[in-house]
Every structure is written in C-alpha cells, then in structure tokens.
T-cell receptor, first 115, second 111 residues
Framework: DAGVIQSPRHEVTEMGQEVTLRCKPI?????LFWYRQTMMRGLELLIY????????DSGMPEDRFSAKMPNASFSTLKIQPSEPRDSAVYFC?????????????FGPGTRLTVL | GENVEQHPSTLSVQEGDSAVIKCTYS??????FPWYKQELGKRPQLIID?????GEKKDQRIAVTLNKTAKHFSLHITETQPEDSAVYFC??????????FGKGTRLHILP
C-alpha cells in the first residue's frame, strides 16, 4: 500500500479563493481524520469520519471550512473563501478499528499559503 | 472534551543523556495514549503507545509510563542520539475515538 495520499503537496492562493485539499486513506481503514498544524496552535483535529460518516466536526474553525467523504477511498477539505490565517500544513490521517493496532497513519500533508 | 497538556515545549539534552517529556490529560475515560515523532518537514509517525490497562511499556531506547490516578504519562528516551532530534507529540484518545494531541516538544540533541 502507498500509504495515505494527499494532494496537492503545496498550494499557494490568494485571499478569497476557494481551496480544495484531497486525501486518499489507506485501503481498508474505516477512520479518516483531518488535522491542521501551525506553530502557534500545534496539531489540531478539525473533523473525523467513520465509515464515510462525519462523526465530530467540532474542530472546524468556521463555516468557511467544509469536509466530505463521498466514499471509502476519498475525502476533501474545502475552504471557501480562504484567508491568510488559514495558512498552515493540513494533514489527513487514517486508521482501522478492526485490529489490535490503533495507529493513525498520516499523509505527507498539504502546505497551504494564503496571500 | 479531552485536553492534553505537554511539557516542556523545548528540551535540549547532551548526546548520550536521557530525555523525559511529560503530559497530562483531563478525561478519565481516555484509554489509549500514543506518542508521535515528527522530523522537520515530515509527517508525524507513531513511535510508541500505551493502553490504560498497562503502566509501562518499553521499546529499545524509548519507554512510556502511565499513571491513571494522576492522569499523566511520560516518554523517556535513553542514550539519546542525533537522530532523536525532532518534535514529539503526546496524545490521548477518549471513548469517542477522538485523538487529542499535546502542543509538542521540540527535542534538540546537543553534540
């Protein structure tokens, strides 16, 4: 397995533009998590899904943020409109509840810069 | 909800010495405590974890201890090496399966 895949790896956009981040979890994993990492706030959980269903989105900062998981192999995190304070590294992670291992496997992250 | 505090935020130790990072959590129902290591520019990766029914776990030079009564857990790295330099995150998972991370500790191994 290639691990968790995220795209794009880097995104530079202007304030007000829509940004879409993409994630493909590890095949067979039933949990998917979106995190945001900044120097000031560390690693923040934004939202997580179980079997494609959003379970907890209390970490989503504002209505400008939305996330979907239309199927078991794909999720998106959308920011519309984007603002400079959204600049961060966004990680997607997946895990499986079916076995003894609870490890969350992180993707390489998307570094977002909003000018 | 769960809250995880991590100390110190920065730690410098001489190569060969030991490093200790401490975390506290607030939710007594939390049952799983992983530690992640993040090297510069890379993704966090699990290095060791412990469940609430165990007090200590070791894996070569790293060990984790858990005190459920006091709601704190610690990471111990012995005989530190240059490649141990990284940011380390503790985390706690509650019954809702949410994993909440501490703010991280930047560990510097001095030559």
């Amino acid at each position: 397995d290639a691990g968790v895949i995220q795209s794009p790896r880097h995104e530079v956009t202007e304030m007000g533009q829509e940004v879409t981040l993409r994630c493909k979890p590890i095949s067979g994993h039933d949990y998917l998590f979106w995190y945001r990492q900044t120097m000031m706030r560390g690693l923040e959980l934004l939202i997580y899904f179980n079997n494609n269903v959003p379970i907890d989105d209390s970490g989503m900062p504002e209505d400008r943020f939305s996330a979907k998981m239309p199927n078991a192999s794909f999720s998106t995190l959308k920011i519309q409109p984007s603002e400079p304070r959204d600049s961060a590294v966004y990680f997607c992670a997946s895990s499986s509840s079916g076995g003894p291992i609870d490890e969350q496997f992180f993707g390489p992250g998307t570094r977002l810069t909003v000018l | 909800g769960e809250n995880v505090e991590q100390h110190p935020s920065t730690l410098s130790v001489q190569e060969g010495d030991s490093a200790v990072i401490k975390c506290t959590y607030s939710d007594s129902a939390s049952n799983y405590f992983p530690w992640y290591k993040q090297e510069l520019g890379k993704r966090p990766q699990l290095i060791i974890d412990i469940r609430s029914n165990v007090g200590e776990k070791k894996d070569q030079r790293i060990a984790v201890t858990l005190n459920k009564t006091a709601k704190h857990f610690s990471l111990h790295i012995t005989e530190t090496q240059p490649e141990d330099s990284a940011v380390y995150f503790c985390a706690a998972r509650g019954e809702d399966d949410k994993i909440i991370f501490g703010k991280g500790t930047r560990l510097h191994i001095l030559p």
